[in-house]
Every structure is written in C-alpha cells, then in structure tokens.
C-alpha cells in the first residue's frame, strides 16, 4: 500500500485521502473485497492524523465505495473498475504521455504534417506490388483464402519463408518455431500475457519505443529502464537493474534501435547473454527495422540460438500498415503456449493478410523496393541533419541506417512545450519524454527523416522553438 500518499490536490486532507484509496480502485490496485490499510498505517504512510484517516474512511463506507468489517478493518466494496490505462502510472503532461504521438499521427488530418511519427510517407510504400498480390489473391480459385478461418500457427507457406529469411540473419528457427500474428504489438502483448504478471518487473531501454510504456502499463508491470549508449544498453545499469529489481523481462531493439538509431555491438550482445543467463532474464528481441539495414547488426536470437530470446517482427515498415501481420520466433515450448494464447484471444490467424504479405514478399519487386527505399532513406537521412543543425538541434548519433533521429533541442528547451506549439500549426511532433521511462529527456525529440521532406516543416519547428524560449 506504499503507493497511497498524499498528492498536490485541491480539497481537504479528508478529501486527498479518499482520492488516494479511489485512485487505487479506479487503477485495480485494489479489487473488490480487498482490505485497506488500518487507520494507523495509512494515517503514518500519508502522513496525516488518524482522526483525517477515519474521516475519510467514514465518508467513502457512506457512498458505498469501501465497507467496515468489526474487529477486521476496511475492505474495498466497489465492483471493479474499467480498466483505464491513464490511471495505471504517474499522470503526466498529455504531450509527454505514451499515447499522445500515436494518437495525433493517426488522427491527423491530410494536411498535417507528421515528422514525429513511426512510419513511412504513403507515397515511400510498395503501392504497384501491393496491387499485383491482391489481384493475385482475388484471381484464386481456391476460396479458402478469401472465407475461411486461417490455422492457430499462421499460414504455413509465410512461415516457411520468414524462416529462410531468418535463416539469413543467422537465426535457426524451423516453421515450427514461428507464430504468425496479427501485428508486432500483438506479438508481444501474446509474449507477456505468457511470461509475466501484474507486479513483475520488465526492463527497457531509456529512452525506448513508446508504446513499449503503453502496452505495459497495459500488463499493469513495473517497468525500470536502463541507459541507452550507441552500442547497446550501459551494461552497468543494465546489470545492477538485474540484481536489484530481478525483472522477468527486457524488451529492446537490437538493430536501428527506436527512438535512439543506435546499433547493438557484438562485445554488448554477449555480455548481455551472459547477464541474462546469470539471472534467468528472457529478451523480448523486437527487429521491426531490420529490412532497413544496410549491414546487419548483431542479433541476440542469432548468438542465443532462441533459448532466451524471443524475436518478434512484423512488415508495417516496409510494406504496408493496412493489413496487419506479425510474427513471433521463440522456443518450441513456448510457441506452443503462445498458440493457444493466440486462439483464446483472436481465435484464428488473419489469413487473408497473411497471404498478401506472402505474396508481396515474394515477388522480385519487394527486394527491388528495398534497396531503393534504403538509398532514399540515406538521402533524406543526410539531407535532414544540416537542416536540424542549423536550428541549433544537435543529434544524437548519426545513425547508419533507418528513419529515425535522437536530437537534442538548443538552451534546454522543453521538447513537450515545443510539440504544443508546432501541433497548433498542424505539425506532430514526438517530445524526448515520450520514450522516457525516468523522464529524463525533456529537450530531446525523435524526428523521421522520410516525414521531413517539406520546408514547413522546418519553419514551423523553428517558430515553436522560438515561442517556447519566450
């Protein structure tokens, strides 16, 4: 019950304690039937009198919210809430909060322009390849494709393939080892519904891709994350956070991590498996951005052989957004747990999805279409720096590959403040916080290069700068 203090709030002391014991009913801290602390307990944990305690406890036991049982104490009476993922962490400014890019990028009209965004211009996708497979698709004369359910693993031919394509990045994983799913963000939801539970810890990298946060929140875990450096995590963080808070997990990006553009070094992947091994942690491997590459970074499934290592992946980078398909690779016994996951929570795969991706990844045009987008990318990559630059907006590193820029505004600026400014312009922006599990990069933003082809870009970001210095 450490979590009941008492917060800047209007209203009396009385009305402070209630708004701490419904916090904890609305965030499901405490479920129906469960017992409060004792008047004299919570009275020394917020730091108040015990007369304020019973005043509180008087009042929410009147409005039926928590009960008295005589010479037990005070349980909680209300049924249980909605799940409301805001109410799951800190409140934070709503700019600086892990839903805010995602919600503004996809809600945002055709005129806004979205250089914090995650994905590529409509315009940068394989638009003819895409056409040729669901003409493809629709010319089958086997109607399976189009009206049946698809099989728990996923479409077997898909599996085989990205098992070849595994193969190549030095990851032995038989079509047996792979599960098919609806997206990435399915993909490792289906892993922690597997291996963690409400209260386990799980580590991620600082700064680290937003809906990671989300998506945890969700899994109501308490999420610890460690430093990035541009080879990896800091592995002293990474191993004091393993002794000190023994997490179940770590979910990271080993190649073009996001936000930050770094790659993982083959000294760091080693020492991080042997860390991991030493501490029985699993890694959650998430490669989204590996068809960025121009050469490929160590891969921990590779060195680990997908002992400890979970890969997931997915193709909304590369190919499209629309039809939603992932994949998990991980150990033969896992994958069977994870399958009847997948059955429990989406029954079947997306089978008409999956043989599009197939069908895409399959033709000579998509690898065509690869080497292309990775020269256009590294135009844009190079294009983009001076320009940030000349605002006085430094980056990170210079990453090798990929979309994405780590960069730190100028005179400390508050990147929150910054994106509030340039949004009243119909520009997103994607503030250092966001991806901040500590809230440690207030004047960093994440920008992608491949959504910063038009000059008012620029100018816009210039003036919020402007106005946030006032």
């Known amino acids: 019950m450490d979590d009941l203090t008492l917060t800047k709030h209007d209203g009396t002391l009385v009305e402070q304690v209630m708004a701490a014991v419904r916090h904890r009913i609305a965030s499901r801290a405490l479920t129906p039937g ?19 305690v019973v005043e509180a406890y008087d009042r929410l036991a009147a409005e039926g ?14 049924k249980l809430a909605p799940l409301s993922l805001a109410e799951l962490a800190p409140r934070l400014d709503r700019a600086v909060d892990p839903f ?3 919600r503004q990028s996809l809600e945002a009209r055709g005129a806004v322009l979205k250089p914090g965004c995650g994905w590529l211009p409509d315009s940068w996708m394989p638009e003819d390849e895409i056409r ?11 109607a399976t494709g189009l009206t049946d359910y698809g099989t728990p693993l996923g479409l077997p031919a898909l599996r085989g393939f990205l098992s070849r394509r595994l193969a190549e990045q030095g990851v032995e994983a038989a079509f047996d080892r792979i599960l098919l799913t609806d997206s990435g963000t399915q993909a490792i939801d289906l ?12 580590l991620v990298d600082d700064p680290c891709y937003f809906n990671f946060l989300a998506l945890l929140r969700a899994h109501q875990v308490t999420v610890v994350g460690v430093p990035m450096t541009p080879t990896g995590p800091d592995l002293g963080a990474f191993a004091q956070a393993l002794a000190e808070h023994k997490p179940r997990l770590y979910i990271t990006n080993s190649g073009l991590h996001n936000p930050t553009g770094a790659t993982l070094s083959t000294v760091t992947a080693h020492r991080l498996l042997k860390l991991s091994e030493q501490h029985g942690l699993t890694v959650v491997e998430d490669d989204i951005f590996a068809d960025f590459e121009h050469d490929a970074a160590p891969r921990l499934a590779a ?6 290592v979970v890969r997931i992946g997915s193709f909304s980078k590369t190919l499209s957004a629309s039809f939603r398909c992932g994949y998990i690779a991980a150990r033969p016994d ?9 059955i429990a929570t989406g029954f079947s795969s997306n089978r008409l999805a999956e043989e599009l991706v197939l069908g895409v990844l399959g033709s000579s045009g998509y690898r065509k279409h690869l080497d292309s987008l990775r020269t256009r990318l590294a135009k844009a990559m190079a294009s983009v720096i001076p320009r940030l630059q000349a605002l006085g907006i430094t980056p990170w590193i210079v990453p090798k590959a990929g979309m994405l820029l780590w960069c730190r505004l100028p005179d400390n600026l508050d990147a929150a403040v910054v994106a509030r400014h340039a949004l009243n312009e119909d520009v997103v922006l994607a503030p ?14 994440r920008f992608n290069v491949a959504q910063c082809t038009d000059n008012r870009v620029f100018a816009v970001l210039g003036n919020a700068m402007r106005l946030a210095a006032q």
């Open 34 to 52: 469960g017992k409060l602390p004792s008047i004299r307990a919570l009275a020394q944990t917020m730091q108040v009198s015990k007369s304020t």
């Open 65 to 78: 919210v928590i009960r008295s049982r005589p010479g037990s104490g005070f349980y909680s009476a209300a």
């Open 100 to 102: 805010w890019v995602s």
């Open 132 to 142: 040729r497979a669901l003409r493809g698709l629709a010319r089958t004369k086997d």
């Open 191 to 202: 892993v922690c519904r597997l291996l963690v539970q409400p209260g386990d810890t799980v």
């Open 303 to 308: 060195l680990d052989g997908l002992d400890r």
């Open 334 to 342: 896992w994958i069977d747990k994870l399958t009847d996951l997948r």
């Open 432 to 445: 250092g916080n966001v991806f901040s599990p500590a809230q440690m990069a207030r004047s960093y933003m």
